[in-house]
């Protein structure tokens, strides 16, 4: 059984449901059409008819108007009512004039038909042709309907009208009625006709289109004028508000149909041609987009070598789910292979950069190419990223935000190197280390400079956008991949040196090596005038300690060697507190523990730094408290204040101060070793010392004055015991001070 190809099938499906989407729409926009059409005819009419109605009220207000002035200001009516007649006029002259004055306004105001006056006197009739009795008058009713007091307010309804009774036949007309006076008992009528014929010809130059008819009638419902036309098709109606008279308009039959009929008929063929282009476009796509699936089906066929169940050729859901299936298929493939490629490309990085492997140029392309990176280089540098309080990091964060986050360390690392077009390799090697391959594929001038720039913005970047912040170890450049692994071996040591340098440094090797400090054993003396001071609380310890810790900085210490020294200090503070009663013993071996506890944890100097004077600094206050609760406090301080003063006195002894203070040798000499921990000649001896170091440092007094000055009555007694206190003699001492030795 052959099968429809699935283009027949697709154009059997969605051409009807072209033609029906297009036949509803043609019916929508022609319905639409209509409605608008409708709606502004209607309003066009009303337009109109306001139009008419404000014509006409218009006319007939002005005729309104001209005959109330004609009765007030025309002195001949007057006479003819009264029958005032003059000897230098007499009635006949006086009633031409009226009816020349009657004829006047019918040639000014053409809607004026005839004008006649009717005096009560005598029951006169006096028109622009005639003068009449009221037997002979052919508008005798009206005018006896006038005399019986049904004077109409304004203009009549349609009457009929005949000026002499003889006359066989009337016409239609409306009237105006005055009383003369006005505003007194009538002793007569004007009357002005209003010949309807008038108004039709009014109507009829108005309506100058001649494609709608437009129908006045009067307050009873007569017709005044109406144009041709079918009423049935009235759009509009509005009413007079001063003649009491109705307007009603409306398009002459089946001329709105005509319009839809024109505006179709216009249209029609370029409707036609959409239809058609649309039809052809459907084909045109329908064959492009069928045309990959009948192949499909044909080649399965032709694999399987018979035809594929109707089913499967009817319902397009097997296709997809085939369709779906090698899809998968492909992923999955692809999916492996990206992975495979991935676990290759970071075997390889990691054995590049353990030196593990011996990489020469030609391999470093080869390899480049089948992991899709560039090949082409000119230099490399390794740098390790390490995320700064590591704990913190993990506690702060979720392992899936802790991927995510070490994810946009790459990437930035990656974008800010590519700015500058250096290369970046990254891979993750150890859970809070990356480490990046810096390839420079073109020469710089200054390649170090460039590098140093790269993770300094890195670094920064970290710092303002996320909450953590990186240090970053780089190792020297080098120009071939053999040299990678020295780079990394650098990049490693100069990040141990983050100890020193602190967090969110960028520290490069070749800057970490001019600045080692190897000799740490010069800083032994240091420690021991710090532990010293320390014992005697005179605060020359913290000033030692800042001094300590800056030189760590500076000189780029291992954490080891600070561990060591900083460890070495806990021993002599110890060995000075040693001295020192039990109660300070107890409060030394707090802090000691403190101490211990911070050499464990501490990240950066800065943070060892502010702890280790934290902690001797509520040690020496505690000792403070517990020496100002002794007995004698009062007395040691005023010994205390006269020995400093007193320092340069060669007299100075226990035996001055037991006849100053009155007090005996033997109870002075403890209360010193007590509070000190040291006895009267140690602590007069160090007292001098200091103050003889001082002159040694700042001033080029001899050394034999300087002898005398601080209490000395012989210079070698000086040399002795200054050697004994510092190490050296009082001229090494001043030497090693003006050569900047420490």
Sequence with gaps: MKTRPWFQRLLSTYLPIFYLVIIFLIFVFFMATSQVLNREMSRTSENYAKYVMQTIESSLQNIDRLVIREINNNDDIQKFLFQQV????????????????????????????????????????????????????????????????????????????????????????????????????????????????????????????????????????????????????????????????????????????????????????LGVLAILVGTIVIVYLAKRYTSPIDRMLNRITQYSKKELPDVMNDNPRFIET????????????????????????????????????????????????????????????????????????????????????????????????????????????????????????????????????????????????LDYTVSIGVGTGVTAPSGIARSFDEAEEALAYKTAAGENRTI?????????????????????????????????????????????????????????????????????????????KDIWEGAAAGLNEVLEEFDTVDDLRDQFIALLSDAVEQMEKLRSGRNNQELIQKVKSYIEENSHNPDLSLGLLSEQFNINQSSLSRLFKDEFGENFVDYVARIRIERAKKLLQFTNVPIQEIAGQVGYLHHFSFNRVFKKIVGVTPGEFRRQSFTGSP
């Design 86 to 269: 003059h000897s230098d006029i007499n009635e006949h002259i006086l009633n031409s004039r009226l009816s020349e004055k009657f004829n006047n306004l019918i040639v000014n105001f053409p809607l004026i038909d005839s004008i006649y006056f009717y005096r009560a006197a005598d029951g006169k009739i006096l028109s622009s042709n005639a003068m009449l009795s009221l037997e002979d008058f052919g508008d005798r009713e009206f005018v006896e309907q006038l005399r019986n007091g049904n004077i109409p307010y304004t203009w009549t309804g349609v009457r009929s009208f005949k000026l002499f009774a003889a006359e066989p036949q009337s016409y239609p007309v409306i009237s105006l009625v005055k009383k003369v006076p006005l505003l007194s008992d009538p002793r007569g009528f004007v009357i002005v006709n209003v010949s309807t014929s008038a108004i039709q010809k009014l109507i009829d130059e108005m309506n100058t289109q001649n494609i709608s008819y437009t129908a006045v009638y009067d307050r009873n419902g007569n017709p005044i004028a109406a144009s041709d036309g079918n009423e049935d098709d009235e759009l509009s109606h509005i009413r007079s508000d001063y003649a009491g008279w109705e307007i009603r308009t409306g398009l002459k039959k089946n001329y709105n149909y005509g319009v839809v009929s024109d505006f179709y008929y216009g249209w029609m063929v």
């Design 322 to 465: 085939a369709v779906d299936h090698l899809i998968e298929l492909a992923n999955q493939y692809t999916d492996v292979h990206k992975e495979n490629l991935l676990h290759r490309r970071k075997q390889f990085f990691i054995e590049t950069v353990g030196g593990e492997r011996s990489v020469d140029p030609a391999l470093w392309e080869k390899e480049m190419r089948k992991f899709g990176m560039p090949g082409a280089f000119r230099k490399f540098y390794v740098g390790i990223v390490e995320i700064d309080k590591y704990a913190k990091f993990c506690e702060q964060y979720s392992y899936r935000d802790q991927c995510l986050l070490k994810f946009v360390v790459s990437s930035v690392v990656r974008e800010i190197a590519a700015e500058f077009r250096v290369h970046a390799w990254s891979e993750w090697l150890e859970k809070e280390r990356l480490t990046t391959l810096f390839q420079f594929e073109e020469d710089i001038a200054d390649s170090d400079a460039t590098i140093r720039t790269i993770c300094d913005r890195t670094r920064l970047w970290m710092k303002d956008h």
């Design 508 to 584: 490069p090797y070749w800057e970490v090596e001019r600045n080692i400090d190897k000799a740490t054993f010069e800083y032994l003396q240091l420690i021991c005038d710090i532990a010293d001071s320390f014992k005697r609380r005179n605060g020359d310890w913290k000033i030692g300690i800042l001094q300590l810790m800056d030189d760590f900085k500076s000189k780029f210490f291992l954490r080891q060697d600070i561990v060591n020294l900083l460890n070495y200090l806990i021993f002599h503070i110890s060995k000075e507190i040693g001295e020192l009663p039990l109660s300070y």
